[in-house]
């Protein structure tokens, strides 16, 4: 631990700035909220009162200008991710980027190239991977007390209406990145990734089925093989009424599955044996220390990776990963051709943007918030 807490600014007080905050509330004896910027001065105003936050910026120059930052939360739309952090890089700070990080892999790619001229780092919050089940599931993996991954399936079944796209960022190749399978099922298939390791080779399908005024898919598919063989699918949809996040992995000796929404404890994991291995189930529960998926406990693992001057978690090798999987699962969606890993090279178009060589169905008219691009 630190005998001085880091200080840290939260860059776009929209929504879920009020995530981080908390987080940063959850460990006051190592981290300090104090400053926020928005460019919207009366939003910034307010949530620095709310959250007793002494500096108020109108802008990130601005603010490593006048103040010394250790941690830069990003929080603001996608677009300007890559901008953002490669600004505090340079400044000397460290960032954590909201999802998803960037547009594309190549800005993924510079970020990683000012990172390391800069010794500072970059983490990504996928905070699904810090709840207790997924650390117990990923050692009793590791473990070999699973047996073999066989089958998996990862569902994102959320529901967003014509007014959630009224931002006018969302549903914009050009501002947001993607559509469910960018800004919604990745922390879903990101904690996938994170259990079942390298993928080989993805075949999807994308499409726009209700949301007509949005420019991306509403709606994606994928059959995926990884390196050990295990076979998985992953949906993604802000089209389903009924909404879930769930995940099922079947091993050798047990099914393994997490039902939830938005975050997960665990109680809302269950294990099911195969006959003959009941100890599975005692090691599941053996180990109960309940810590809840979310930002604090993301935010801890950064702490502690800071306090030993080690790179914190998600790296921006383990991001890249799973940006080349939503790159992979686009770039088979809009050319209907399976996509291996390490098959997107810098000078393909999926590198540069996720719809490389444009979704497959018509954009819509230009309309007040959403013009075509």
Known sequence: MTQTPYRAAIIGTGGIATAHARALRAHPDRVALTAVV???ADRARTFAAEWDTPVVAPGLTELLAAHRVDLVHLCTPPATHAPLA????????????????TLSLSELDAIATVSKETGRHVATVFQHRFGTGAARLRRLAADGH?????LATCDTLWFRDDAYFAAPWRGRWETEGGGPTMGHGIHQFDLLLSVLGPWERVTAVAGRRARHQVHTEDVSMALVTFADGTLASVVNSVVSPRQTSALRFDFERATVELTHLYGYTDDHWT???????????????????????????????VLDALDAGTEP????????????????????????????AGEIGPDDPFAARMNGVDAPWTAPAATEGHRTA
């Open 38 to 40: 928005d460019v919207d």
């Open 86 to 101: 490669i600004e505090a890089l340079r400044a000397g700070a460290h960032v954590l980027v909201e999802k998803p990080p």
């Open 313 to 340: 978690p998600v790296t921006l090798a383990d991001t890249r990963r799973t940006m080349e999987f939503v790159a992979a699962l686009y770039r088979s969606a809009f050319t209907g051709v399976p996509v291996r």
């Open 271 to 301: 294990v099911t044996p195969a006959p003959g291995s009941g100890d599975v189930k005692r090691r599941w529960y053996a180990d109960w220390d309940d810590v809840e998926s979310g930002h604090a406990g993301q935010l801890a693992a």
């Open 146 to 150: 699973l047996g073999r991954s066989l």
